[in-house]
């Protein structure tokens, strides 16, 4: 009897404080859409800079650098071990802490990033894109393409199939 009321209990706290670590996480969020799914921890940096669609699930472990500016789309998910970042170095100057390149970055509705992917400054990855784990996106992925690698290349285009 004692088991169940404390079971009860955790399940009541593991949902309430998840709920209010969310509120917390998105608090200054520039736009959020609705029914988000954050599993923890989590890192996000500059949330002023970015934007969350309706229906998004992103994993343990993410880090997201928005202070270029992130730009996430609906029915994305991403999965553990992701970073995405808007921030980098230049790399020709003499003190590289003191160059800090901001470019936007965008993901599209429906895209799938795998475990452990990199998204970094300028990237757009196109809507429906499915970017394969432990990829490094260097550059634009078009719209329903597959790309997997180091840096990531297109494989192929994405099928729908409707049963």
């Keep these: 009897m004692i088991r169940i ?4 209990i955790h399940t009541f706290l593991d949902i309430y404080i998840g709920r209010l670590r969310r509120y917390f996480l998105l608090i200054n969020v520039k ?5 988000i799914s954050l599993c923890f921890p989590l890192t ?9 669609g309706n229906n998004t699930a992103i994993g343990h472990y993410v880090h997201i650098w928005g202070s270029g500016g992130v730009t996430i ?8 071990h992701c970073c995405i970042t808007s921030l980098g170095h230049d790399v020709s100057r003499p003190l590289m802490r003191q160059s800090v390149i901001a470019k ?6 429906g895209c799938w990033l795998g ?16 970017i394969g ?3 490094v996106v260097t550059k634009d992925i078009p719209p329903m393409s597959v790309a997997v ?15």
């Design 115 to 130: 475990y452990n992917v990199t998204v970094l400054p300028g990237v757009t990855i196109g809507k429906g894109s499915v």
């Design 44 to 52: 996000i940096q500059g949330r002023e800079n970015i934007s969350i």
């Design 104 to 109: 936007p970055v965008i993901i599209g509705d």
């Design 73 to 80: 789309g609906s029915d994305v998910l991403i999965a553990a």
């Design 149 to 163: 690698g180091n840096p990531a290349k297109v494989l192929k285009k994405r099928e729908i199939i409707n049963e």
């Design 133 to 135: 784990a432990g990829s």
């Design 5 to 8: 009321i404390f079971r009860k």
């Design 31 to 35: 736009e959020k859409g609705k029914n």
